[in-house]
């Protein structure tokens, strides 16, 4: 089956207590993107990355880190949690991301995470 | 600065009726435009998919439309049912040399009553 997971689903974590939250899609996509979604903000692009290797900042990047070694895989880290990091987070992925092409994105379950 | 905006706000309907949710965009350059459906807690599940050059899209009793001159977008819901309650996000898709972003809208909660 075609999807885009994360672990873990739920986390409970003390600021200051470094974290990761993986994401791995088995759909060969090129695109990946981490957001985070707040009541009232709506959903924010924290990082994407075109391929592996390849990583850039989205509108929120301050706090957290990220990185595409391999191509299905793309880990959100949070060296330094801060209570304002308290949020659901979402991975997805696309094939790609074109001009004159529009691909599906597709999402995970999501992460909420509260940090204390 | 990129901005999505979409309206109402939340909307509470009868099963059956239609509804038409709306957003407005100021992303610049434009590359397509998404509506999706997130039920609370879950991730979202894309609707419709339109380029510029797309005027209308249609998913079962969805139908998307676009006006890209004054950059405009609705999605129309079709008799609606209960399992229609859910929040609906407009995305713009910002492409530009070495920049490949997604701009999301804050969504309209819609309640569809029995």
């Known amino acids: 089956e075609a999807q885009v997971t994360q672990n873990p689903r739920y986390l409970i974590t003390v600021t200051g207590k470094k974290l990761t939250v993986t994401c791995s899609q088995n759909?060969?996509?090129?695109?990946m993107s981490w957001y985070r979604q707040d009541p009232g903000l709506g959903l924010r692009q924290i990082y994407y990355s075109m391929n592996v290797e390849v990583t850039d900042k989205g509108d929120v990047p301050e706090g957290y880190k990220v990185s595409r070694k391999e191509k299905r895989n793309f880990p959100l880290i949070l060296e330094s949690p801060s209570p304002n990091q308290t949020s659901l987070y979402f991975c997805?992925?696309?094939?790609?991301?074109?001009?004159?092409?529009?691909?599906?994105?597709?999402f995970g379950p999501g992460t909420r995470l509260t940090v204390t | 600065k990129n901005q999505v905006e979409q309206s109402p706000q939340s909307l509470i309907i009868l099963e059956g009726k239609n509804c038409t949710l709306q957003?407005?965009?100021?992303?610049?350059?434009?590359?397509?435009l998404r509506w999706y459906k997130q039920d609370t807690g879950r991730g979202p599940v894309s609707l419709t998919i339109?380029?510029?050059?797309?005027n209308t899209k249609s998913n079962g009793r969805y139908t998307a439309t676009l006006d890209a001159d004054t950059k405009q977008s609705s999605l129309h819901i079709t008799a609606s049912q209960l399992s229609d309650s859910a929040s609906y996000i407009c995305v713009v898709s910002a492409l530009s040399p070495g920049t490949y972003k997604y701009i999301f809208g804050t969504g309209t909660r819609l309640k569809v009553l029995a």
């Open positions: 759909m060969n996509h090129e695109y």
């Open positions: 997805a992925s696309s094939l790609s991301f074109g001009q004159l092409d529009a691909y599906e994105q597709y």
């Open positions: 957003c407005n965009y100021t992303v610049s350059p434009f590359s397509n």
């Open positions: 339109m380029t510029f050059s797309e």
